[in-house]
T-cell receptor, first 114, second 111 residues
Framework: GAGVSQTPSNKVTEKGKYVELRCDPISGHTALYWYRQSLGQGPEFLIYFQGTGAADDSGLPNDRFFAVRPEGSVSTLKIQRTERGDSAVYLC????????????FGPGTRLTVL | AQTVTQSQPEMSVQEAETVTLSCTYDTSESDYYLFWYKQPPSRQMILVIRQEAYKQQNATENRFSVNFQKAAKSFSLKISDSQLGDAAMYFCAYNTDKLIFGTGTRLQVFP
């Protein structure tokens, strides 16, 4: 079946602009995760959804970052007033149900803030 | 807080040979899961192998196997009969409710 998809693949924006990154999980997966991967680093957790609700948003760096999953499927990560330090690859993953199930990753969105 | 350490930034291996990638972690939990993921230049994180901490038997997936030492909090990955397609970044990860990753090891495979 189809894997996790993310759009856009690449996004270039200017400092101060607003961006939205989309994640479409594997069909039927109730758990969805966002991670951020800076150059030369491992991915860092941002937020975890179980269904429509954010079960853990402890990784969001500040209030400029927000994520939604209104119908329990597609999720959107929203970044306001982007800063150059937000430049990174944003990875989305989904798992069947439990947080301890294996997580399957999408190809990521590379965000560049000029 | 849980941490994951990969002390080898880069490793290299000859095709058909065996290589071992190291990983240590720190946790006070007794029940957790450990993973190795591969990330080629395409950026897609691909699951290589998974180990449940309550299982004493080391996980194996074809040419990939782990040496899980729970008391030492060590979780190394052995790749046998290395192939050119194994070249990638390899990340060790710990999971109780979210994945915590190490900084990765870049594996080069020489013909």
């Amino acid at each position: 079946g189809a894997g996790v998809s993310q759009t856009p693949s690449n996004k270039v924006t200017e400092k101060g602009k607003y961006v939205e990154l989309r994640c479409d999980p594997i069909s039927g997966h109730t758990a969805l995760y966002w991670y951020r991967q800076s150059l030369g680093q491992g991915p860092e957790f941002l937020i975890y959804f179980q269904g429509t609700g954010a079960a853990d948003d402890s990784g969001l760096p500040n209030d400029r970052f927000f994520a939604v999953r209104p119908e329990g499927s597609v999720s959107t990560l929203k970044i306001q007033r982007t800063e150059r330090g937000d430049s990174a690859v944003y990875l989305c993953a989904s798992s069947p149900r439990l947080a301890t199930d294996t997580q399957y990753f999408g190809p990521g969105t590379r965000l560049t803030v000029l | 807080a849980q941490t994951v350490t990969q002390s080898q930034p880069e490793m290299s291996v000859q095709e058909a040979e065996t290589v071992t990638l190291s990983c240590t972690y720190d946790t006070s939990e007794s029940d957790y899961y450990l993973f190795w993921y591969k990330q080629p230049p395409s950026r897609q994180m691909i699951l290589v192998i998974r180990q449940e901490a309550y299982k004493q038997q080391n996980a194996t997936e074809n040419r990939f196997s782990v040496n899980f030492q729970k008391a030492a909090k060590s979780f190394s990955l052995k790749i046998s009969d290395s192939q050119l397609g194994d070249a990638a970044m390899y990340f060790c990860a710990y999971n109780t409710d979210k994945l915590i990753f190490g900084t990765g090891t870049r594996l080069q495979v020489f013909p």
